[in-house]
């Protein structure tokens, strides 16, 4: 099956920073989305971005899917960004949307 | 609209016990999902819905079975729980194959003795 690779593990950042977050998959996809899940367990939608460039406030991502990669970038970080941060893929074809994620990278600011 | 509602939230069974878990959405949604997240990793896949009245399994199915109630409800049951199953289950739908969004219900944490 697909594989799916974020990086960093983990991050830690001052209030105020600007972080890239990385997510590699070796399959050609038609879903990819970005997660958040805060402190108590809830999965949040960042973004569906399976190609090119979204933007929502200081969060934003691209998608190069030629070049099987996307990045999450969070800009002028707060302490409420702090959490986990899951890419998710499912791959063409009869996918029907079964989501592969990747590991995960534990975010932290602290104030 | 609630989104996706899951219950219980949290269950403690012995070994050998049985239990479903049930999941809803209101949002009129065609596919729906069962992952597991064990700690300090992603979520996969159990069991999901492509669309009212089939069922099919994902990458970690032994142990489980599903049922597509309807179009808003997708139960997961244990028949005979296991401390590998241990874990937070997380319900998901998504609305069509153009918009492929998935939304989550907020987890049902499962403690198996």
């Known amino acids: 099956g697909i594989q799916v690779e974020q990086s960093p593990p983990d991050l830690i950042l001052q209030e105020g920073a600007n972080s890239t977050l990385r997510c590699n998959f070796s399959?050609?996809?038609?879903?990819l989305q970005w997660f958040h899940q805060n402190p108590w367990g809830q999965l949040i939608n960042l973004f569906y971005?399976?190609?090119g460039t979204k933007q929502n406030g200081r969060l934003s991502a691209t998608t190069v899917a030629t070049e099987r990669y996307s990045l999450l970038y969070i800009s002028s970080s707060q302490t409420t960004d702090s959490g986990v941060y899951f890419c998710?893929?499912?791959?063409?074809?009869?996918?029907?949307?079964?989501?592969?994620f990747g590991q995960g990278t534990i975010l932290t600011v602290h104030p | 609209n609630a989104g996706v509602t899951q219950t219980p939230k949290f269950q403690v069974l012995k070994t050998g016990q049985s239990m479903t878990l049930q999941c809803a959405q209101d949002?009129?949604?065609?596919?729906m999902y069962w992952y597991r997240q064990d700690p300090g990793m992603g979520l996969r896949l159990i069991y999901y819905?492509?669309?009212?009245?089939?069922?099919d399994k994902g990458e970690v199915p032994n142990g489980y079975n599903v049922s597509r109630l309807n179009k808003r409800e997708f139960s997961l049951r244990l028949e005979s729980a296991a401390p590998s199953q241990t874990s937070v289950y997380f319900c998901?739908?998504?609305?069509?194959?153009?918009?492929?969004?998935?939304?989550f219900g907020p987890g049902t944490r499962l403690l198996v003795l």
């Open positions: 998901a739908s998504l609305r069509n194959w153009g918009d492929e969004t998935q939304y």
């Open positions: 949002m009129n949604h065609n596919s």
């Open positions: 998710a893929v499912a791959a063409g074809g009869t996918s029907y949307g079964k989501l592969t």
């Open positions: 971005i399976p190609s």
């Open positions: 819905s492509a669309s009212e009245g089939t069922t």
């Open positions: 399959d050609s996809v038609n879903n």
